[in-house]
């Protein structure tokens, strides 16, 4: 999924107006509290160019600190091409409470929402010049602020003129969240460690050294959970690209394969390609997909064990070390998808999930499956570890952690202070639960700045736990709620996989024309696999689409080229065909010959290795029979497996094998002829040359 990014203009700070160094100076005494700050949802046409952006910050992440202050810090955009002049900022607070999620949403995406708003201060602005941005902090005692029971309260700001440009003055919206009395809940925050090679197969050396560089995805990924207690959920695909290129693997590849191995984070595996177990169980799979053997993917000249010494025994005058080659040891599967202490038998598929599909994860797994599941498709908030029906679930906040998925991926500050307003909102309002899982989006572009901070964030409002820890909590009985929508998406998901197994059947039997079918079969395996690894919906269609049109065209990739009509004017010739091979390996295929009548004898069978990438001449014998006339010839190629291989090919051959034999008849005739002839002259030149030589009487 693509994540959109929000881009800024260069923010020149102005300095604070002297009726709020007070209120900077209270702010550091509280600077424990206060330091980390969010911002509001921003005024609906202030995405806009040519707009004014008013965004603010208030409080932890959102969260007001018991006792403290409320420091607010409002920033104006002003992207216009005129000068705002200088104003009044208000800040505001409706001392309703939000009841839920949905009333929660309902306000950040349209502003209303029931009660009174009371003023908490205001200040003075800056003018803010053109393409400029001013921030301005508002300071609101403790006594103003007022104790608060624990709850998520609308909070939004304004500017009192219209800043040159609106009729209405532009306003935004956030929340200001009050923690009660009461123990924080245990959060437990996982991240997806993922990263897709260009052609969906295995991470190529060139991909892995940009990917683990300093500034690399996968770099960022590590650096964004060091020093938290995030757990990670591997592809081991990463892992098996590293290893499948032994010594060939990048300096810098094998130093982050050694750093995830060190990190003291849990982790577990997500099935190969992060493929989605849902869909697998929705089409009836009698097991999980795994990859064919990567063998395929392995130079055993990276795998050659370093040249060690045997020395001779001490008596020997000159003791000279005898060189001894070890043969390469090629690691299996098994080890080459290895994640070091990855804790077994955790799934997190699709939405969609039903009974029938938990009890199929169960017989799929060694032991019973733990499936992390979204808070949607649970009936009742029960807390983040589930038992329902007797199977294993980790439920998932999923309204925060969507919000937080998107934190993670903004690189600009205060749209990802935004973001985890948001997200710690909704952990708020989940209500009473002995813990909460929050589980951040797939995402291969996210920087390790915004992981960090977002990871970190939730333990403002609570108490972050490791994923060992709470998977071995005792679970509380759960219902799940599946949607119609949800149910159908799932078996569309899986109706097209039957149709990629379909596919991969299909060139399981073509690829018995290659020496190792796994050069071909091993890599589209890992494709399907990533394909079913895809979230969205729309997309997931869209790429099977294309999958299947490439699988259609790999299929088509050898055959017969169209012949041109033949001319056979003798009675035994070889007649040219031509193989082509758009595969970039060697093909051993059989051409099969069959004329439409008797007339002309071709050899049924002629095998024939096609080179790769190439177009093969084979030379079919022929010989023509008694009769002329023009007849067909059929070619088609097999497999040596019997598998009809591309497409037939017919060609019209015209056949003259008579005109040989009427041919030396004719020369034969002209030849007697000549004779004749010749012999005929000789002897009238003889009885002239005589009668010449007679004397006349």
Do not use: C
């Not at 600190?65 to 955009?77: H, K």
Request: aromatic share 4%; charged share 20%.
């Amino acid at each position: 999924m693509i994540i959109p990014r929000f881009g800024r203009r260069t923010r020149a700070k102005r300095g604070a107006r002297g009726a709020v160094v007070f209120a900077l100076a209270v702010a550091l005494v509280s600077a424990p509290f206060l330091s980390p700050v969010t911002p509001a949802t921003a005024a609906e046409d202030a995405v806009e160019d040519g707009t004014v952006e008013l965004s603010f910050t208030a409080g932890v992440h959102g969260v007001s600190q018991p006792g403290s202050p409320l420091l607010t810090t409002v920033t104006i955009d002003n992207g216009t091409d005129e000068e705002i002049p200088a104003d009044q900022i208000s800040v505001e607070l409706n001392r309703t409470a939000l009841a839920d999620g949905a009333a929660l949403t309902a306000w950040l995406d349209t502003g209303e929402t029931p009660g009174p708003f009371t003023p908490l201060g205001s200040e003075e602005t800056d003018a803010v010049p053109a393409s400029d941005t001013s921030t301005t902090p508002v300071l609101t005692p403790v006594g103003l602020l007022g104790a608060l029971p624990a709850g998520v309260y609308p909070m939004r700001v304004s500017l009192a003129a219209d800043a040159g440009r609106d009729a209405t003055p532009p306003t935004a919206q956030s929340v200001l969240i009050v923690q009660g009395d009461t123990a924080a809940a245990q959060v437990t925050v996982l991240v997806p460690v993922t990263a897709t090679p260009a052609d969906d197969g295995l991470l190529t050396a060139e991909e892995l050294t940009a990917l683990t560089a300093p500034d690399g995805a996968l770099t960022a990924q590590l650096d964004g959970v060091a020093g938290t207690s995030a757990a990670l959920a591997v592809d081991p695909l990463i892992p098996a690209a590293i290893r499948a290129l032994g010594t060939a693997a990048p300096t810098s590849a094998r130093d982050w394969l050694n750093r995830l191995e060190m990190l003291p984070n849990d982790r577990f595996a997500l099935q190969a390609g992060d493929a989605d177990a849902t869909t697998q169980s929705r089409a009836g799979l009698p097991e999980l997909l795994t990859p064919l053997p990567l063998a395929s993917y392995l130079d055993p000249t990276n795998f050659v064990a370093d040249e060690t010494p045997t020395p001779t025994p001490a008596s020997s005058a000159s003791p000279t070390p005898t060189p001894t080659t070890t043969d390469p040891v090629l690691p299996t599967d098994a080890e080459l998808m290895s994640i070091e202490r990855a804790s077994p038998d955790v799934l997190w598929p699709t939405a969609g999930v039903d009974t029938a599909d938990l009890a199929r994860f169960n017989e799929w797994m060694s032991a019973d499956a733990t499936t992390i599941i979204p808070s949607t498709s649970i009936a009742a908030s029960t807390g983040a570890v589930v038992d329902i029906d007797g199977n294993r679930g980790l439920v998932m906040d999923a309204a925060a952690s969507a919000a937080f998925s998107s934190a993670a991926a903004q690189t600009d500050d205060e749209t990802r202070e935004q973001h985890i307003a948001e997200g710690i909102a909704h952990l708020a309002l989940t209500g009473p639960a002995p813990s909460l899982l929050v589980g951040l989006d797939r995402n291969e572009a996210r920087t390790a700045d915004a992981l960090r901070e977002t990871i970190l964030s939730v333990s403002s409002i609570a108490d972050t736990t490791e994923f060992s820890t709470l998977r071995a909590t005792k679970p509380q009985s759960a219902t799940l709620r599946v949607s119609d929508s949800e149910a159908a998406a799932a078996s569309d998901r899986a109706a097209l996989l039957k149709t990629l197994l379909a596919d991969e059947a299909r060139l399981t039997e073509f690829a018995t024309i290659l020496d190792d079918p796994l050069v071909l079969l091993s890599p589209e395996r890992l494709r399907m696999l990533r394909l079913l690894g895809e979230r969205d919906a729309a997309a997931y269609t869209d790429e099977v689409a294309t999958h299947r049109v490439a699988t259609s065209v790999t299929l088509d990739a050898v055959g017969v080229q169209e012949p041109s009509p033949i001319q056979l004017f003798t009675s035994a010739a070889p007649m040219p065909v031509w193989v082509r091979n758009d595969l970039p390996w060697p093909v051993n295929v059989q051409l099969t010959a069959d004329p439409s009548d008797a007339r002309l004898d071709v050899q049924p069978t002629t095998p024939v290795v096609a080179l790769p990438a190439s177009n093969t001449r084979v030379k079919v014998p022929v010989e023509a029979r008694v009769g002329s006339g023009s007849l067909t010839v059929d070619f088609s190629l097999s497999s040596p497996t019997g598998v009809q291989i591309g497409k037939d090919q017919s060609a019209t051959v015209t056949v003259r094998a008579e005109w040989e034999s009427i041919g030396l008849v004719i020369l034969g005739g002209i030849i007697a002829l000549l004779l004749v002839l010749g012999i005929v002259r000789t002897v009238v030149r003889r009885r002239r040359n005589r009668a010449d030589a007679t004397p006349s009487a």
